[in-house]
């Protein structure tokens, strides 16, 4: 029973375009929601977050939306480059505990 | 300077053998993490301590058994290694146990194979 889903395992766009990635989450109990970025061979790396209280959140290149009546996630990042090319992970909690609950990734490749 | 690191970065043992992963962390930070990312692909929570004491603690087997020395270190040790055990074993560590606000920063992984 995944309580945080994301559909696509995969996405291929070309350089310069948008790239967006979803992730759908079961429990509305939720309230602080995480991007994490992951290459081969390392550690998954903080992207961006936001909490319920918003529905966008913007750093640079990339924009996270919620939509809190759809228990829907997703990362817009304009425009994509080849260094974006990894995993990334959706990331779901409660601000009164200490759990996240990660999706199960989806590989993003930036084609030149 | 590695900010959170483990060891061994690839660990191969037979069934039934006992096997101890061991992660530090030189961020000052409270609270320390193991997940296990399993053959699907999520990343799931196995333990918490904070401040060396345990606050998370999934439904893990008692094979799995983690142990805090200091707020630094969190190691785990598996007994009787089965071959279901095979998976990446991430750690990490974060200012304090809240998620809101808290990044979590990760090691780069043990990949553990049970042959």
């Known amino acids: 029973d995944q309580q945080v889903k994301q559909n696509s395992p995969s996405l291929s766009v070309q350089e310069g375009r948008i790239s967006i990635l979803n992730c759908d989450y079961t429990n509305s109990m939720f309230d602080y929601f995480l991007w994490y970025k992951k290459y081969p061979a390392e550690g998954p790396t903080f992207l961006i977050s936001?909490?319920?209280?918003?529905d966008k959140n913007e750093d640079g290149r990339f924009t996270v939306f919620l939509n809190k009546s759809a228990k829907h996630l997703s990362l817009h990042i304009v425009p994509s480059q080849p260094g974006d090319s990894a995993v990334y992970f959706c990331a779901v909690g409660s601000s009164n505990t200490g759990k996240l609950i990660f999706g199960q990734g989806t590989t993003l490749q930036v084609k030149p | 300077d590695t900010a959170v690191s483990q060891t061994p970065k690839y660990l191969v043992t037979q069934m039934g053998n006992d096997k101890s992963i061991k992660c530090e962390q030189n961020l000052g930070h409270d609270t320390m993490y193991w997940y296990k990312q399993d053959s699907k692909k999520f990343l799931k929570i196995m333990f918490s301590y904070n401040n060396k004491e345990l606050i998370i603690n999934e439904t893990v087997p008692n094979r799995f058994s983690p142990k805090s020395p200091d707020k630094a270190h969190l190691n785990l040790h598996i007994n009787s290694l089965e071959l279901g055990d095979s998976a990446v074993y991430f750690c990490a560590s974060s200012q304090d146990r809240w998620v809101a606000k808290n990044i979590q920063y990760f090691g780069a992984g043990t990949r553990l194979s049970v042959l």
């Open positions: 936001i909490s319920s209280i918003k």
